[in-house]
C-alpha cells in the first residue's frame, strides 16, 4: 500500500498488448504498428504479452497470469471492447494509444475504466516513455536517453517535437508522458506520482488548460514541495486562450492569476520553449541563491553590459563588490581589469584571472550568483577558461551560470562546462534569464511555505452580521451591493471606511452635509453605474450648503441625461479625508475560473485602468503574503518616503489586506469587490469608495471548497486532558513543525521507528520531513499532540518548550472514498490516552471530508497497535499481499 497508484502505470512489471490487425490500412492500425515497432526496439526489463484479441482463447491463456498494464491500439469502434477485455483480466491501468475520439466517446470509456479500477491514460494519448525500464509506450519518437528530468505535456505535437530536440541537445529525461485532450488521468495526478518518483529530480511540464483547480494547485504544491518544476503555459493572449480552450477542452484562467497561481505553488514559469529546459537544468544544479543579486565577470565590456541591461529588464540586482573587495581583488587581475559595477576582467584575462574573479565575487555576502562570461580572444583557449570554471565551481557554494559567446572555436569548451554541471548558454540574456528562474524558485518556495488560517490574529470581525446583510441583498433578487452596503460589509470585517450617508432629495443632502461638516464628497449611488467619474457623478471638496444643493441637483441632472436606464438610489454624502498626503491605492477581488477567489493590489484612483498598476495573489493571506502582494506592484515604490511625504504606515495596509483576504475566505457569496481608492499615509489606511458584487452559491462552498488553496483549518485545534495529570494540545501539523517532529522522530525508540516507517533511519531525510509537515488538507491530513515541558537551557534557565509527543495522518486514496492512515505515539506517552484520542480525531475529520472508510496496514508483531484497533472497532485480517502485515480497516 506504500506504492503510488500509478506504479501498474508507470512501471509495470507485465504489459498486455491489445492491438487491431496489423495489416488494416486504418490510420489506428498505423499506430498500432508504430507502437509494436516502439516496444520491441528495446528489451523492456518487464514481461510484454502482445495478445490477438480476434483469436480465441486468448483470456483463457491469461487466466493466471498477473497484468499491470494493457496497452491499446485499436480502430476506434473497438476500443471500448478492448478496455472491457482489459478489465476482466484485472489489468490495474490502461493506455489507449488514439486520436480523434470526441469527448462523448471518452467519458465512456472514463465510465468502464472507473467500474474495473482500471487508471486510464487517454484516449487521445500518444502514449509515455520510461528510458530506465527501457520501455517506449508511446508513438512519439525512438525513446530517449535516460536522464533526471520529467516532461509532462498536454500536446502530443509538442511532446513529439520535444523528444526530438532533445535527443540533438543531449537532453535524457526519466519520465515523458502525453496526457492529449479528454484524458482519465490527469496532470494533477502525473505530478502527483513524479512528486514520489526517484528517477526524477526536476519536472517540466507544457500546459494548455486545467479542469479542477484544487486537484491542480494540490499535485502541484506536492510536487515543487519536493523537487523543482517548471511550467510553460500556452494560451497567453486571448487568442491564444481561446485556441488552448478548443485544443484541450479545458478552461483556461487570466494569465495574471495563472501567474500568481504558480508564484504560490512554489514553481517556476517561462515564456519559451527553450527557456524550458535551460530552467530546469539550472534549477537542478546543486546550489540555489537566497536572492536576486547577480554577479557579472565578463573579458569584454560589450556583452557584460548587455548581461548588465537584462539584470535591470528582469528586475534582477547587479550585486558590485565593495571598495575594500574590489582592493584586494585588483593586483590579481590584468592592469586594464574595471571592477567598478561589472568585473570586466579585460581583454587580456586568461583561465587563472577568470577563477579568482568568480571566487572573489561568489565569496561576497552581497552576491547570490555568479555568471562568467567569455569572448573569444586570440591567444586564449576557451577550453582551458572552461576548464578554471569547472576546477572553482565546486568551491564557490553558489549557482554560477556561463556564457560563451561566439560558437565556431567554443564547441569544446561547452563540453567541459557541461560534464562539470555548469550551465551554458550561448547570449547574455539567456544566461541572466536564467538566473532569474533561480531566483523566482526560491522566492515561490518561500510562498509555498505558507499556510495561513482563514482568520487572522486581528479582532474578530462579524462574520453573521456580513452574511445576513448579503442575504437580504440576494434575496432581493440584486447582485451590487450600494455603496453603503459594501462600506457596512467592510466594516463589519474592521476595515476603516469614511463615515457615508444616503440623501434621497436636495434637502436631506444639504442636512447630512452640515452635519457630517465641510468640505464633503457627493457621489451618485446606482447599482447600475460602475465608473461614477464617467458619468459626472462624483464631486469633490464642496465647501457649503449652496455649493452642496447646486451640485446635488447638477450631478443629478448630468447623470439622468447620460445614462437613462440606470436606477439612481440618490447620492452619498461623506467626508473629504483629511490625509492631505495620502497615496492612493486599490484592492479588489475577482473570481477567476477555474482558480476562484484572487486578490488584486496596486495604484487606485480615477485612472486605474490605464495605469494597469495589478498584483495578484491568492488567498488566503498572511502578513508575509500581504507585504509580498505590496512589493510586487509598482504603486510600492511611493510608499516610503516620497517627495516630502512621510512613508505610509504599512501594518495598516497590510491589515486591510488581512481583512479582504478574511472576507474572501469566509463569504463564499462574493463575487467581484473594488475598493478603490484607499487613501493611505503615515497615520493609517481608509477606504474612500467600495463597490461589491455577490452571487449565490452551491452548497459545497462551505468549508472553503471555494479556494484553490485550502486555509490551514484551525477550527480543529483541541486542547485535551492527560491521563496522569497535565494537558496536550491536538492540532494539524504546518510547516513549521519540521524541527520537532525531527527531533520527536529521533526520540522514539528503534522498535517504534521500526514499527511506524518500517526502516531502521534514524531521522527523517530532509524530502520526507518536508513532504511530512508541508501537506494539502484537501486530500490529507496530520494531527500533532503537543505539550509544554520545562527544560534546562546550557545557561542554565529553565524555560517551558513545545514537544511534539504524537502524531496521526490520513492520505485519501484514489477513488476519493477511503483513505490510509498511520499513527505513532512517543514512548514515553504511551498509554496515557494519546494513541486513542489521535485515532478518534483522525477519524472525524475525514468522515467530515466525505470519506466512508479508514484502512491501515499494521505489522504482525506490533501487538500493541493490533490491540488499539481493535479497542476502536477495525476489522483486523491478514493483508494478501506480505503475510508480515495484518489490515485493519473501520468503515466512518
Not at 498477473?66 to 477485455?85: R, T
Not at 508564484?263 to 527557456?275: H, M
Not at 469614511?498 to 452635509?513: F, G, S
Not at 471548497?705 to 492527560?722: D, F, G, K, M, T
Request: charged share 20%; proline share 5%.
Amino acid at each position: 500500500m506504500d506504492k503510488h497508484f500509478l506504479t501498474p502505470l508507470f512501471s509495470p512489471s507485465t504489459i498486455a498488448v491489445l492491438a487491431g490487425k496489423l495489416d488494416d490500412p486504418d490510420s489506428q492500425t498505423a499506430q498500432a504498428r508504430i507502437l509494436q515497432q516502439a516496444l520491441r526496439a528495446q528489451r523492456f526489463v518487464g514481461t510484454i504479452i502482445f495478445l490477438d484479441i480476434y483469436a480465441s482463447g486468448t483470456l483463457a491463456d491469461l487466466a493466471n497470469t498477473h497484468v499491470d498494464l494493457a496497452i491499446i491500439a485499436m480502430p476506434v469502434a473497438e476500443v471500448a471492447a478492448a478496455l472491457e477485455i482489459a478489465g476482466r483480466i484485472k489489468c490495474r491501468a490502461a493506455l489507449v494509444i488514439s486520436s480523434g475520439i470526441d469527448a462523448a466517446t471518452a467519458a465512456e470509456l472514463h465510465k468502464i475504466a472507473r467500474r474495473d479500477d482500471i487508471h486510464l491514460l487517454g484516449p487521445n494519448s500518444l502514449g509515455f516513455q520510461r528510458p530506465h525500464l527501457q520501455l517506449n509506450a508511446s508513438v512519439a519518437g525512438a525513446l530517449c536517453a535516460p536522464g533526471p528530468l520529467a516532461l509532462v505535456s498536454q500536446s502530443g505535437a509538442l511532446t513529439s517535437s520535444i523528444l526530438d530536440w532533445a535527443q540533438k541537445n543531449g537532453v535524457g529525461f526519466s519520465t515523458v508522458v502525453s496526457l492529449g485532450p479528454n484524458t482519465d488521468v490527469d496532470m494533477a495526478q502525473v505530478l502527483d506520482f513524479l512528486a514520489s518518483d526517484a528517477y526524477t529530480h526536476s519536472i517540466v511540464v507544457y500546459l494548455e488548460g486545467i479542469g479542477n483547480a484544487r486537484r491542480f494547485m494540490s499535485a502541484l504544491r506536492a510536487a515543487a514541495n519536493a523537487k523543482p518544476v517548471v511550467v510553460l503555459k500556452a494560451g497567453r493572449r486571448a487568442a491564444g486562450n481561446r485556441a488552448a480552450l478548443t485544443h484541450s477542452g479545458a478552461i483556461v484562467g487570466s494569465d495574471d492569476v495563472f501567474d500568481a497561481a504558480l508564484r504560490r505553488a512554489g514553481a517556476v514559469r517561462v515564456r519559451s520553449f527553450v527557456a524550458l529546459f535551460s530552467a530546469a537544468k539550472c534549477l537542478a544544479s546543486r546550489y540555489r541563491p537566497v536572492g536576486r543579486r547577480l554577479a557579472i565577470v565578463s573579458n569584454g565590456g560589450g556583452p557584460g553590459v548587455l548581461a548588465a541591461d537584462w539584470v535591470s529588464e528582469i528586475n534582477l540586482t547587479l550585486a558590485c563588490l565593495t571598495g575594500e573587495q574590489a582592493q584586494a581583488l585588483k593586483p590579481q587581475l590584468p592592469p586594464l581589469a574595471s571592477l567598478s559595477d561589472l568585473i570586466d576582467i579585460s581583454e587580456e584575462a586568461g583561465p587563472e584571472h577568470f577563477k579568482v574573479a568568480v571566487q572573489a565575487a561568489a565569496k561576497a555576502p552581497q552576491v547570490d550568483g555568479v555568471l562568467a562570461i567569455f569572448s573569444p580572444k586570440v591567444g586564449i583557449d576557451s577550453g582551458t577558461v572552461a576548464s578554471a570554471l569547472a576546477e572553482v565551481n565546486p568551491l564557490l557554494g553558489k549557482p554560477l551560470l556561463s556564457c560563451l559567446m561566439g560558437d565556431a572555436t567554443v564547441g569544446e569548451a561547452r563540453r567541459v562546462l557541461s560534464e562539470a554541471a555548469i550551465p551554458a548558454f550561448r547570449t547574455p540574456e539567456a544566461a541572466v534569464g536564467a538566473f532569474g528562474n533561480i531566483a523566482s524558485f526560491y522566492q515561490n518556495q518561500q510562498l509555498l511555505q505558507q499556510t495561513p488560517p482563514p482568520m487572522s490574529n486581528l479582532a474578530k470581525p462579524d462574520v453573521e452580521g456580513a452574511r445576513i446583510l448579503i442575504e437580504s441583498v440576494l434575496a432581493e433578487r440584486r447582485c451590487v451591493l450600494t455603496e453603503m452596503e459594501s462600506k457596512a460589509l467592510l466594516a463589519a470585517f474592521h476595515i476603516p471606511v469614511t463615515r457615508t450617508m444616503l440623501a434621497r432629495n436636495v434637502n436631506e443632502a444639504i442636512m447630512i452635509a452640515t452635519q457630517l461638516g465641510f468640505p464633503v464628497a457627493l457621489k451618485i449611488d446606482s447599482p447600475d453605474i460602475n465608473h461614477k467619474s464617467d458619468v459626472q457623478g462624483v464631486a469633490l471638496n464642496v465647501v457649503n450648503a449652496v455649493g452642496v444643493r447646486d451640485t446635488y441637483i447638477d450631478m443629478m441632472q448630468a447623470v439622468t441625461r447620460l445614462r437613462p436606464d440606470a436606477h439612481i438610489n440618490g447620492v452619498t454624502i461623506q467626508n473629504m479625508s483629511s490625509q492631505k498626503r495620502g497615496r492612493e491605492v486599490y484592492v479588489g477581488m475577482v473570481t477567476d475560473d477555474p482558480f476562484g477567489p484572487v486578490i488584486a493590489f496596486g495604484s487606485g484612483g480615477t485612472m486605474i485602468e490605464l495605469i494597469n498598476d495589478r498584483a495578484m495573489e491568492l488567498p488566503p493571506l498572511n502578513q508575509f503574503l500581504a507585504r509580498s502582494l505590496i512589493e510586487r506592484a509598482r504603486v510600492a515604490e511611493t510608499l516610503g518616503e516620497w517627495r516630502g511625504a512621510a512613508a505610509v504606515n504599512m501594518e495598516a495596509l497590510e491589515q486591510v489586506l488581512l481583512r479582504v483576504s478574511e472576507m474572501v475566505c469566509e463569504l463564499p457569496q462574493l463575487h467581484e469587490m473594488d475598493i478603490n481608492p484607499i487613501i493611505v499615509d503615515e497615520s493609517g489606511a481608509v477606504a474612500v469608495d467600495a463597490r461589491i458584487l455577490v452571487q449565490n452559491t452551491p452548497s459545497q462552498a462551505r468549508h472553503y471548497n471555494h479556494l484553490a488553496i485550502l486555509p490551514y483549518p484551525s477550527r480543529y485545534e483541541q486542547l485535551w486532558p492527560l491521563k496522569g495529570g497535565g494537558e496536550y494540545v491536538v492540532r494539524p501539523v504546518h510547516p513549521d513543525d519540521a524541527s520537532m517532529l525531527q527531533e520527536f522522530v529521533r526520540q522514539l525508540s528503534p522498535e517504534s521507528r521500526y514499527f511506524r516507517f518500517v526502516s531502521s533511519m534514524q531521522e527523517l531525510p530532509a524530502t520526507m520531513l518536508s513532504r511530512f509537515t508541508l501537506i494539502d488538507y484537501d486530500r490529507e491530513m496530520a494531527l500533532v499532540a503537543v505539550c509544554h515541558e520545562s527544560r534546562v537551557g546550557a545557561d542554565g534557565q529553565t524555560s517551558e518548550v513545545e514537544r511534539m509527543v504524537g502524531v496521526s495522518r490520513y492520505i485519501s486514496n484514489p477513488d476519493r472514498t477511503s483513505c490510509e492512515f498511520s499513527l505513532v505515539v512517543a514512548d514515553d506517552f504511551k498509554g496515557r490516552g494519546l494513541g486513542s484520542r489521535l485515532m478518534l480525531s483522525i477519524m472525524d475529520v475525514a468522515r467530515e471530508k466525505g470519506l466512508t472508510e479508514i484502512v491501515g496496514l499494521v505489522l504482525a508483531k506490533n501487538q500493541t497497535m493490533l490491540k488499539l484497533m481493535r479497542g476502536l472497532g477495525f476489522a483486523i485480517k491478514p493483508f494478501p499481499e506480505d503475510a508480515d502485515f495484518m489490515l485493519v480497516t473501520q468503515t466512518l
